[in-house]
């Protein structure tokens, strides 16, 4: 099992629409949970974390975590063209410490015009 | 403030050749993380280097090795490279503290024939 998965995608939506991106990670004792987005050929940036059970929301990203399910997602409302890229899910704190952020392999997202 | 700043950005090697790439953190920051980043197996944890000491390791053979200087500069040195070597390797830094976000820097392709 990996230590943190998703599903690699393509996922397709339409402009304007809200794209669910989700993750799940094996290591209960992880504390720490971020959304990286990493353009084609670009190196990854962060655009959310989120420590605590429950929603955080920053613009049109909604970060969704629930530690009792192992369960992280990402909501992006009002899709846009240039929020196509490839969304890595990633988690720390657990057996290898906040120093070992452990990554998915990321879903690749497409908005369509 | 200058960004994470990797040399060389682009490499060529053969087999059974060694790499050095280096990694110049962000003014201030402490901590250097290495990752090898393949389409396959996404981003995969290396190590992680605060204070010239290693804090952790990831799932890599003893080939893979890196230092961190007082000036908190990394190295990472691969011998006896494989085909399967060829990856972007990307370097990341933060402040253990500050949110635990990673700025990574534009990776240094490296491609083994």
């Known amino acids: 099992q990996k230590e943190v998965e998703q599903n690699s995608g393509p996922l397709s939506v339409p402009e304007g629409a809200i794209a669910s991106l989700n993750c799940t990670y094996s290591?209960?004792?992880?504390?720490?949970f971020f959304w990286y987005r990493q353009y084609s050929g670009k190196s990854p940036e962060l655009i959310m974390f989120?420590?605590?059970?429950g929603d955080k929301e920053d613009g049109r990203f909604t970060a969704q975590l629930n530690k009792a399910s192992q369960y992280v997602s990402l909501l992006i409302r009002d899709s846009q063209p240039s929020d196509s890229a490839t969304y890595l899910c990633?988690?720390?704190?657990?057996?290898?410490?906040?120093?070992?952020?452990?990554f998915g392999t990321g879903t690749k997202l497409q908005v369509i015009p | 403030k200058a960004g994470v700043t990797q040399t060389p950005r682009y490499l060529i090697k053969t087999r059974g050749q060694q790499v050095t790439l280096s990694c110049s953190p962000i003014?201030?920051?402490?901590?250097v993380s290495w990752y090898q980043q393949t389409p396959g197996q996404g981003l995969q944890f290396l190590f992680e280097?605060?204070?010239?000491?290693?804090?952790n390791k990831g799932n890599f053979p003893g080939r893979f090795s890196g230092r961190q200087f007082s000036n908190s500069r990394s190295e990472m040195n691969v011998s006896t490279l494989e085909l399967g070597d060829s990856a972007l390797y990307l370097c990341?830094?933060?402040?253990?503290?500050?949110?635990?976000?990673?700025?990574f820097g534009e990776g240094s392709r490296l491609t083994v024939l």
């Open positions: 280097y605060f204070s010239e000491t290693q804090r």
């Open positions: 990341a830094s933060n402040n253990p503290g500050e949110g635990g976000e990673l700025f």
């Open positions: 290591d209960r004792g992880s504390q720490s």
């Open positions: 990633a988690v720390s704190g657990g057996s290898g410490g906040y120093q070992k952020v452990t």
């Open positions: 003014s201030g920051h402490r901590s």
């Open positions: 989120i420590y605590s059970n």
